[in-house]
C-alpha cells in the first residue's frame, strides 16, 4: 500500500482522486511532480495495469526521473508504463503502425537542422531567389502552420495572401512530399500523423483508445492544439484523464503551445475537478512576494496565491550597471562574495538571460575571473557537424530512403564526389522517379559523369550495403566502431592537428562512448532505437547539476529547474520583455510570465540587474530598465547600494536616466599612488562628462590617458591636470 504521509492535504486530495477528469493547477516549486509520481504509483496500487497508464510529459529527462520514483514506490511494475515525451510516444505507435500510413517502421526522424536543409534543397531546386525567402524563415513557417495543424492544401485554400505567400505554399506542398519520399517525419508529423491514422482508421483508434484506462499529463500549459486533439482523441467515455499544469508558466506560444487548453479543459470536460496546489516548498517568503507582485498584473490567468513555511530569506538584490561588461563583473563578484559569506559551490549559481546573444560578455569576464561555467542551450553535441555526420551514416544504414542524410555524408570524407555529380544523379532519380540510393547503383546510366566519378559512388554504396547487412548482426556500439575504422576519421582529423581538428576527434570519441554504453544499457536495442533517441533528445535532457560549474542559460531552458541563487540579467525594457511594441496584450503577459519563471526558479536569493548602455545591433545604446523591476513589491527588494527604490511618476528618458545613475554614484577622485586607472575604467570629467578609458601610458607626472567620451569624443589627457573621477 502507497504511502501519502508525506504529501500535504491539498497534494493527497489530487493523488487520490479517480472519479472523473481532473485539473491540477500547481503553483512553482509546489512538489507537482511528486504529486504526479505518487498518481501514478497510487493508480497501480488500486487496481490499474501499468501498461494501461499513459503519462506524457515534455522532455526525456522529466520522464526518466519520474519513472525512477515511481519504481521506488511501486517496484518493478513501474518499468510496464507506458511513459515519455508526447514525441516519444507517438513515434513508437507511429512505428507499430507505420504500414497503416505509408512509411517503413524505420523512419528517420528530422531535427530542425535537417528540416531546414530539406527546405534549402527544394528552395534551390525551384530556383527561388526572394530576399524574403530564406530556408530559415520557410522552415519555422511550416513549422508554426504544422502546430496549429494547417497543412499545404488548408494553407493554400485559406491563407494565402500574397506572391510570397504562394511560393511558401509551393514548398511547403513540395516538404510534405519529400518527406514521405525519404520516409522521414519532422517533429510535428510525430503529432500529426497519429491524428490522421486515429481519424481514418477507426480500428486502430479504438485499438488505442481501449488500451489506455488513463492518461496524465506534466505541463499541460505546454501543450498545442495537435497535442490537446491527440488526448481527446484517446480519452475513454469514463474521462479517466489527469492533466498538471501552471497558467503562469506558459511561455512557449512561439512554437504552439496555448494557455486556452487549460481553459478549454473546463469546456471539454464539463465533469472535471480542479485542485490547486499553493504551498511552495522552493523559495524563500520574499522571493514569492516579489514573484507573485508581478504576475498579478496579468488578466488571463487561474488565480492562485503561492505561500511557504519557508523562512523569509534575504531580500531580492536590484543592481544597477554601466553596460554589459560590467553587468558580467558584477554578477562574477557577487558569485565570489556569496560562495566566501556561504561556503557555496560554483553549481549552486544560475544565471538566465531572455536572448542567447546576452552570453557573450559573460563568457568574456568569466574567463578572465578564472570562473568555471557551462552553457545550456549552446551548441548542443548531437548538433555538432562532425556528430551529425557520423549520425547521418547511421541513418542511411538503418533508411536507404533518407536521402538529406545521404546528401550530407556523400562526400564525407572526400571521396571525390562533387555537387555537379550530384546535382546529375538527383535530376536522373527524379525523371525516373526512384531514389538517390537506387540511383547509385544505377550511376553507370547516368549521362557526364566520369568514370572515374562513377566507381567512387559504386564504392559508396558498397559501404553501405555492407554495413546495413551488418547492423542486425553487430550491436549499436560495435557497427558504429567498425564504421568509424573503416572511414579514417579519426586518423584525418588526428592528423590535421589543428585545436578544432582535435576537438572533433574527441567528440568522435565520445558519440562511440555513448554508442558502447547504449548498446550495454540496452541489450536487444536496434539502431533505429537510438537513432530515434539522439533525434529526440534536447540539450536540457543532458543537464547534470553534479558537474561543479556556473550555468548559463535562457529563462526558457531553465523552466523545470532550481538553483538555490539566480542571477537574472539584462532587466531592460526590448530586452525583457523583449519588446516594447507589442502587438497583443497577451504577448506582453508571457513575458511577464517569463520573469515570474525566472525568479521562481531560485531557492534562497535573486539578483536582477539592469544596465544603463548596452552594445546592440553594432552601437550603443541607451536602456532604461524594465516594466517588471517597477512592478515587484518594494518591500522585497532592495539596491546594491542599500537604497530603498523610489517609484517616479515622471517618465524619463533613457538618456536622462543614464546620466541621473552615473551623477548619483560614488566616485573615487584618481590617485596617482592607487594606480585605480586602467583600461576600461568608466570617468567622470567635469566638462567632457561620462566616459571609458581605452589606453593608460606612460609613468609617474608623464602618464597619460586616452578616454573616449560621449559623442565619440576621443581625448588624450595628462593624469596629472585631469581631475578625473574614476568609478
Known sequence: MINLKSLNADQRKAVEYDNGPEMIVAGAGSGKTRVLTYKVAYLIDNGYDPESLLALTFTNKAANEMKARIHE????????????????????????????????????????????SLVSNIISNFDINLDNITPSSVKHRIGFLKNHMILPNDYRKNHVKSFIEEKIADIFEEYQKRLVANNAMDFEDLLLKPIDLFNSNEKIHQKYKKKFAYLLVDEFQDTNKAQYELLKLLVTKDCKICVVGDDAQSIYSWRGANIGNMLDFEKDFPKHKIFKLEQNYRSTKNILLAADSVIKKNKDQILKTLWTQNNEGELLTLVKCSDEKDEAFQI????????????????????LYRTNAQSRALEDIFRKEKLAYRIIGGIEFYKRKEVKDLIAYLRVISN?????????????????????????????????????????????????????????????????????GLKDKLSVGELSRALVDELGVLRIFKEENTPESIARWENINELLSALSEYSNSNKDAKLE?????????????????GNNVVTFMTVHAAKGLEFPIVFISGCEEDIFPLSNRFSTDA??????????????????????????????????AYQSRSRFIDELDTNSYFELNGGIIKKSSVRKSKKEIFYEYFENVD?????????????????????????????????GEQQKATVVFEGNNIKQLMLKFAKLKVL
Not at 74 to 92: C, D, L, R, V
Not at 420 to 447: C, G, H, P, Q
Not at 669 to 696: A, I, W, Y
Open 667 to 699: 566616485y573615487e577622485t584618481f590617485d596617482q599612488e592607487n594606480k585605480s586607472l586602467r583600461p576600461g575604467s568608466r570617468v567622470m570629467h567635469d566638462k567632457f562628462g561620462l566616459g571609458k578609458v581605452t589606453q593608460v601610458v606612460g609613468f
Open 73 to 116: 514506490l511501486a517496484g518493478a511494475k513501474a518499468e510496464k508504463i507506458w511513459m515519455g515525451t508526447f514525441h516519444s510516444i507517438f513515434a513508437k505507435i507511429l512505428r507499430i503502425e507505420a504500414n497503416n500510413i505509408n512509411y517503413k517502421s524505420n523512419f528517420s526522424i528530422y531535427d530542425a537542422e535537417d528540416s531546414q
Open 400 to 468: 536507404q530512403n533518407d536521402e538529406e542524410s545521404l546528401l550530407r555524408i556523400m562526400n564525407f570524407p572526400q571521396r571525390g564526389i562533387g555537387s555537379t555529380t550530384i546535382k546529375r544523379m538527383i535530376s536522373f532519380a527524379r525523371k525516373l522517379n526512384i531514389n538517390l540510393y537506387d540511383t547509385m547503383a544505377r550511376v553507370f546510366e547516368v549521362i557526364d559523369i566520369k568514370e572515374r566519378i562513377q566507381k567512387n559512388v559504386k564504392q559508396f554504396r558498397l559501404l553501405i550495403e555492407k554495413y546495413t
Open 587 to 620: 504577448t506582453l503577459e508571457e513575458e511577464r510570465r517569463l520573469f515570474y519563471v525566472a525568479i521562481t526558479r531560485a531557492q534562497q536569493k535573486v539578483y536582477l540587474l539592469h544596465a544603463r548602455s548596452r552594445y546592440r545591433f553594432g552601437e550603443v
Open 332 to 351: 562574477a563578484k557577487a558569485i565570489k562574495q556569496e560562495i566566501s559569506k556561504k561556503k557555496l559551490s560554483l553549481k549552486d549559481f544560475a544565471i
Open 529 to 545: 532505437q537510438f537513432l530515434e533517441e539522439v533525434s529526440l533528445v534536447s540539450d536540457v535532457d543532458n543537464y547534470n547539476q
